[in-house]
């Protein structure tokens, strides 16, 4: 009678294993099936940001206007500003803006811009990254531009679907980037750093040094790639220049420059791009914008950037947070959302437009759609309440609260409205456009 109870309490147990078994496998199954659905579903949505997509349109055709001054005095050409706080012509402002231009059918002010600057440079081939109506603008000295010029030049051409005109400039562009390599260019690596933070334009990046008592170098991911891309441009301008020789001796560059960056800042331990301090050949662990931008140029392997974009821009405990992508690591000692914009703006933390149209780029070449999606939503949105309340944008946000951070409002016009900010930000219409329409702005060179 015992031998019996026992076998059917074995019986029993058995049974009830079975059954759990089963009933976890038909969750299992109901949970992929639920997972493929809400991909499906996401991948249909997209359509659902078209009435944020036409709105941002709408406004950006009115703030447009804003940033685009007539010939003056030094500036022989109509030039872009990023208007509000800032009347000057800046490099990289103006790149980005001008190819919103192109995107929009007016390559026009994207040529513009690259004459104003080809007309600042001097033998040596020094541009300067700031230029007013009175002329080049001096910051810390000589403030030598980005590397964007070759590559403006190429992406006007595109537009215009004409080069011819660049013929008599070919020579001065060649010795800007002379004047880089001789002043930029790291001779044991091959690699690119900034004089300081602040021509990195990312102002105060925890990951270089900003102040001027400060005299260290980074051999840097975002100056390495930049410069990456314009020798790729160069090739171009010079291939359809009729000058094949010069043309594979920039490609050459670009694929050399291309190496050093996957050898020496590519932590495998950390799957990341760090700076290196030049001094000591060491990592300078900050994970902060910069280390970013090689994805934007597909720099990196497919496993190695969707690794790196996984571990840590889609990570809210890194640069994922409420209101879009933060420019500096939550975890790193110096986050913060301070709003400051003099003596330089905050690049440690706050979520700034143009770095998460930076982040979109690398987050197409890598195929992470979703995070794409909400990217696209997230951000369109900070920025479309932005305009509603203030008539204007601002340079960056909370990252945690999206509170407008600079320019502060105690930055009014005669009338006594914000000025804010637009510049760059209008990339935001292209990235939605991506998304919604599938017309990408990945300013991809072959």
């Not at 990312?202 to 020798?231: I, W």
Request: aromatic fraction near 14%.
């Amino acid at each position: 009678m015992i031998r019996s109870r026992k076998d059917m309490r074995k019986k029993i147990v058995i049974l009830c294993s079975i059954c759990t078994l089963v009933f976890a496998c038909q969750t299992v199954e109901k949970k992929q099936i639920k997972i493929e659905s809400t991909k499906e579903i996401k991948e249909m949505d997209a359509e659902n940001l078209r009435p944020l997509l036409t709105s941002i349109t709408s406004k950006y055709d009115e703030l447009r206007q804003k940033v685009v001054q007539p010939a003056e005095g030094y500036l022989k050409y109509p030039y872009l500003i990023p208007a509000g706080f800032y009347k000057q012509m800046w490099d990289w402002d103006g790149f980005f803006m001008g190819n919103h231009f192109v995107s929009i059918g007016k390559p026009e002010y994207l040529k513009y811009w690259a004459l104003n600057l080809i007309e600042g440079i001097d033998e040596e081939g020094y541009a300067s990254g700031c230029a007013t109506t009175k002329g080049p603008r001096l910051l810390f000295g000589k403030f030598a531009m980005k590397p964007f010029l070759s590559q403006g030049v190429h992406f006007a051409s595109k537009g215009l679907e004409d080069y011819k005109w660049v013929a008599p400039y070919y020579e001065a562009l060649k010795k800007v980037l002379a004047y880089r390599e001789k002043t930029q260019q790291d001779e044991k690596t091959g690699l690119f750093f900034w004089d300081n933070g602040m021509q990195s334009g990312a102002d105060n990046n925890v990951a270089m040094n900003y102040f001027t008592d400060d005299k260290r170098s980074f051999l840097a991911p975002d100056a390495s790639a930049f410069q990456y891309k314009e020798y790729l441009a160069q090739a171009q301008i010079a291939k359809n220049l009729g000058k094949l020789e010069e043309a594979s001796t920039y490609k050459t560059k670009a694929d050399d420059l291309k190496k050093a960056i996957n050898k020496y800042l590519w932590s495998e331990a950390d799957k990341i791009y760090y700076t290196i301090d030049r001094e000591t050949g060491d990592f300078y662990k900050r994970v902060s914008y910069s280390s970013f931008v090689p994805l934007m140029h597909n720099i990196a392997p497919q496993e190695k950037g969707k690794l790196m974009i996984s571990e840590y821009l889609i990570n809210s405990d890194h640069m994922k947070a409420k209101y879009g992508f933060r420019t500096l690591s939550l975890q790193d000692p110096d986050y913060n959302n301070k709003n400051i914009i003099v003596p330089f703006s905050n690049w440690q933390g706050p979520v700034w437009p143009i770095a998460n149209y930076i982040y979109s780029v690398g987050l197409k070449n890598y195929g992470f759609d979703e995070a794409l999606y909400w990217q696209a939503e997230t951000v369109g949105t900070l920025l479309l309440n932005d305009i509603k309340k203030y008539n204007t944008m601002h340079e960056n946000y909370h990252a945690d609260t999206g509170e407008p951070l600079a320019p502060s409002h105690d930055h009014v016009d005669k009338d006594g409205n914000i000025v804010g900010f637009i510049s760059w930000n209008l990339c935001i219409q292209n990235l939605l456009e991506g998304v919604v329409d599938d017309k990408w702005m990945l300013l991809e060179i072959e």
